[in-house]
């Protein structure tokens, strides 16, 4: 909470941008898998201007997709990955409706979206929590990164166990502020080389901190 306090009085209360329905979410959450916010909108907004609805993703050319998601980055692993994700749900589901997930108990909305190819751990939080309302502890680079610095997490835990790990610390009403505080601070101070320590609003808490 200490953590959760500063990185408020510092950064204030964030808001995420905004909610989008549960597909979409997930589209966007898989186009933005190792690239940057600039990127992955950019990829979202040509995907649904091109094709204007998820049903004409599912059944279009593939190299069609993969020609207009190409701003995002490794299109041609992210193309395949959201049109199979699509003919999975409709051939489970008989329609791209998932407001089902909506009245699922969040441990089962997270283990059906999990069971996609390329919904790891990390995707399937950010649905769960931007878009359904539903408590989970989304895991980036900077979130693993920063907490592995300060001491809340194991030197050696992996980032999958991580989400994990990282909920059962915070107060599940403090997830969306930790979440993107956290990854603010990962960008802006706590970089992965030379991070700028003496500015840090945690560095008196933090383990890396007082070590170097």
Known sequence: MEVHRRLVAVYGEPTWR????????????????????TNRDRAFKQLKKHFKSWEKVRDADLDEIVATIRS???????????????????????????????????????????????????????????????PAFPVDTHIYRV????????????A?????????IFPPETYPAVHLNIIRLGREICHPRNPECKKCVLNSLCDYYQKS
């Open 18 to 37: 905004n909610p989008l329905p549960v597909l979409d979410e997930l589209v966007s959450t898989i186009l933005s898998q190792n690239t940057n916010d």
């Open 160 to 168: 999958e166990k991580a989400h994990y790990y990282l909920a059962e």
């Open 72 to 134: 995002a980055g490794l299109a041609n692993q992210k193309g395949p990955r959201i049109q199979g994700i699509l003919r999975e749900i409709t051939g489970e589901r008989g329609s791209l409706d998932l407001d089902f997930l909506k009245d699922l108990p969040g441990e089962d909305a997270w283990e059906w979206l999990r069971k996609f190819k390329g919904v790891g751990p990390k995707t399937a939080s950010i649905v769960l929590l931007f878009s359904l309302g539903k």
């Open 147 to 158: 907490m592995g610095r300060v001491g809340l997490r194991p030197e050696k835990m992996s």
